[in-house]
């Protein structure tokens, strides 16, 4: 998996997100917004992901698009993230747009290493995901949810469930008594992925400790 930095490498503030190899595209861009959101000193560290539904599921799950089913190589992936974070003067967050997000939030409950996590627009409808969360316990404090407020308006079965299971995830971390938030943006899926995902990072960057 290559990895592609963006910002100042020296600061303390390291972000890690799965992208897709469009994404690389505007990966600059998200990190100019995410220091002008957040007002500190970042490197966004984007892990380009080649195979999407299998390197970034958590588990075996069949086909929601087109013909490729999900795989269960999140675990690989977050071990080979988990290597890449080798300085203990640095602060670790990961942050994942879409599957990414789904990724990013099961991640915390795999793992304590990271200082906080942002699952945007997360695809939370993934069979039994929400369950997982009830039955097991994050290992962040700090997490942030974030989903278009048009995305559950299709007429897709499956795609519909996503506002009502990330409102189940927001409560479920409530109960847990995590720090955590879940913010609305203007539109569907894939209105403006670089300033949201901005957002998220800005919010934990603020709120973390």
Known sequence: MQIYEYGDRDTRNILIQPVDR?????????AALIKELSGADICLAAFAVDRWNSELSPWDAPAVFGGEDFGSGAAQTLEEILSYMNRSDKRYFLGGYSLAGLFALWAVFR???FSGTAAVSPSVWFPDF??????NEPLSDCI????????ERTKHLIMSQVGNAVRECY??????NRRCTLEWNSGNHFKEPELRMAKGFAWLLSNEG
Do not use: N
């Open 130 to 135: 929400t369950d997982y969360m009830r039955e």
């Open 22 to 30: 469009r994404e690389l595209a505007s990966a600059e861009h998200e």
């Open 144 to 151: 942030y949810l974030s989903l278009g407020d048009r995305e």
């Open 171 to 176: 409560g479920i971390l409530q109960e847990k």
């Open 111 to 113: 793992t304590d290493r």
